[in-house]
């Protein structure tokens, strides 16, 4: 099955060896996504809220550049640098995803490799029922 890399002006493409989102077949694979600015690759945002804003728009950016919307998402990954922001987290998600049924989603607190707050992959499906 052909796999094609998937990027968009609207997300940041990072400095490592993978790409930014995946179409594979009916399914798009996008990577971590962070509040990273797509031209200055600097950190947006202090606050869980900002970051959390910006790293669900890259992930709708990347969904929408492989022909794909939030409402294919499947499986959604997060983590976030601190337990106790998981609460705001949570509302700013809801912002974003909001219809039923509703994606999978495993939120785990761990240390982010820079000073992120949260850092987000996610999995959906746009083929036939």
């Known amino acids: 099955m052909p796999k094609t ?26 990577s971590g996504q962070c509040a990273i600015d797509p ?6 945002g202090e606050t ?8 669900l728009n890259h ?4 969904l929408e550049a492989a022909g794909a919307t939030l409402d294919d998402v499947v499986k959604v990954t997060t983590f976030l640098t601190h337990e106790e922001d998981y ?6 998600y809801e912002e974003f995803f909001n219809r039923e049924p509703l994606p999978t989603r495993t939120t785990v607190a761990a240390r982010q490799v ?11 499906y746009i083929g036939k029922d």
Not at 5 to 30: H, N
Not at 48 to 55: K, L, W
Not at 87 to 92: H, I, L, P, Q
């Open 48 to 55: 869980i809220d900002e970051q959390a804003r910006m790293t």
């Open 114 to 124: 820079w000073d992120h707050l949260i850092k987000m992959d996610c999995i959906a």
């Open 5 to 30: 890399a998937v990027t968009s002006p609207r997300a940041p493409i990072g400095p490592g060896p993978y790409s930014p989102a995946l179409r594979v077949g009916d399914f798009v694979f996008v």
């Open 87 to 92: 609460e705001r987290f949570s509302a700013v």
């Open 59 to 62: 992930v709708k950016a990347l």
């Open 39 to 44: 031209v200055t690759h600097e950190i947006v």
